[in-house]
């Protein structure tokens, strides 16, 4: 690492990949729809096993729907469900279940495709139905598992893959990971979502360090998907590899526009590499977007005092002058004066400095420099003997005193 705190930066990069990583998983399997019941059970999927009084019960269930009054349909089941125990026609509970997830009543909606099942586990529909429900209530190991079932059952490969998000979920990272991993390594043509998905479990897992050379591998299948390249900036930065982080996120901004976290860690990468004026850059643009956002004012002053130009540093700290803390703002106006030698108004705001903050050492001893370029050797020594209270610049305090002190006995013996 260079100059640049290696905590700060990991810092930012794990907000703001959280940031942009926590709508991965859920977006495979929020965006599933329960599916419709009535077309369905014209299907003989468990053998013609119907009781008779459910027909006349699901159509005027379906009647009552068509009226939108769901309240009277729910009602018309439960009773019915009460008053005869020892009907288990698996469509009174699939469309019971259908009902109560309308109501977002997810409990009883579970219970019920759970009941349904209970008397016919052979439709697809079914488990995935009970997979969503599940998904919705937190129970991913219900999910999971339901979600599987529907793939063994003919449901399509989507649903087994929601099955292993949802095995994720439920702690299992190792196994989900790999499993997905086969699917991936499989069929040539998946969605990004997945690799996305492959990608934040394998970070869970017990073996991320693994992750990142199927994607290498992989690049040929997914290089024009900007998904592709930021999955593998976020395992470069999982292996602090952060050349190949920063060289992944500029192929992402030439596929799409990076958003404002990614900006942003765009520019923290730059500065850890010791590249201050291009991360300056980013900066500049993001401060347009998010004008108070005092920590980007912070990083822009350093990006210009490590690129050695502190004339744009002083034009940077004005505008950050609203967003600091006053002490803050002083100091930092005192530094860049005496680094352009311009030690009268360093002194001045060092000066201010120490009546917002008597016990800032650095401040002392950088005040007794500015005095020692002015002549003003009575305050120097002021501030020096403040500055030997504090450990860290003691020594270097004692050294300017000794200093004067043979300077004005030399000056009296002359």
């Keep these: 690492m260079t100059r640049y705190s290696h905590w700060r930066l990991k810092k930012s ?31 003989d999927d468990c053998g013609g096993r119907h009781h008779p009084r459910v027909n006349h019960l ?20 439960e009773r019915f469900t009460a008053n005869h125990p020892n009907v288990t026609d698996y469509r009174l509970y699939a469309r019971l279940a259908e009902l109560y997830t309308q109501q977002k009543k997810r409990e009883p909606a579970r219970d019920a495709y759970q009941h349904a099942l209970q008397d ?3 439709p697809a529909w079914l488990w995935q139905n009970l997979g969503a429900v599940c998904w919705n209530l937190h129970d991913y190991r219900c999910a999971s598992q ?3 079932n529907a793939h063994e059952r003919g449901a399509n490969l989507q649903c087994y893959v929601d099955g292993l998000v949802a095995q994720s979920y439920a702690g299992q990272h190792d196994t989900a990971a790999q499993k997905l991993f086969q699917v991936l390594n499989d069929h040539t043509d998946v969605p990004i979502d997945w690799l996305e998905a492959y990608v934040q479990i394998s970070l869970q897992s017990q073996h991320k360090k693994q992750a990142l050379q199927p994607l290498i591998d992989w690049e040929s299948r997914f290089q024009h998907e900007p998904g592709y390249w ?3 900036t976020y395992l470069h930065l999982e ?14 901004a030439t596929l799409t526009s990076l958003t404002r976290e990614e900006q942003a860690t765009l520019a923290d990468l730059l500065l ?35 690129a050695q130009q502190p004339q744009q540093a002083l034009i940077a700290l004005d505008q950050a002058k609203a967003y600091l803390a006053p002490a803050d703002w002083h100091r930092g106006k005192g530094e860049l004066y005496y680094q352009l030698g311009n030690y009268e108004q360093a002194f001045h705001h060092l000066d201010r400095v120490l009546q917002l903050q008597p016990d ?15 002549n003003r050797y009575q305050a120097a020594r002021s501030c020096l003997n403040k500055a030997l209270h504090f450990k860290k610049y003691r020594q270097e305090a004692r050294s300017l005193l000794q200093w004067l002190n043979q300077t004005a006995a030399t000056n009296a013996n002359g």
């Excluded at 990949?17 to 014209?42: C, E, K």
């Excluded at 009552?64 to 089941?77: C, M, P, R, S, Y």
């Design 272 to 306: 850890s590499a010791d590249l201050p004026e291009q991360a300056a850059r980013h900066y500049r643009e993001l401060l347009k977007a998010v004008p108070d956002k005092r920590q980007w004012h912070e990083q822009l002053i350093l990006c210009y005092r490590l």
């Design 120 to 122: 016919c586990d052979k």
């Design 230 to 232: 930021r999955c593998r």
């Design 239 to 252: 292996d602090r590899d952060y050349p190949n982080a920063i060289s992944c996120l500029r192929i992402t």
């Design 13 to 43: 990069l794990a907000k703001n990949f959280q940031r942009s990583t926590r709508q991965i998983i859920p977006l495979l399997v929020a965006g599933l729809l329960l599916v419709p019941s009535t077309m369905l059970f014209a299907q």
């Design 58 to 77: 699901l159509h005027k269930t379906q009647q009552l729907l068509a009226a939108q009054n769901i309240e009277a349909a729910v009602t018309l089941l």
């Design 146 to 148: 339901a979600f599987l």
């Design 360 to 374: 800032d050492g650095s401040a002392c001893l950088l005040k007794s420099y500015c005095a020692l370029q002015l």
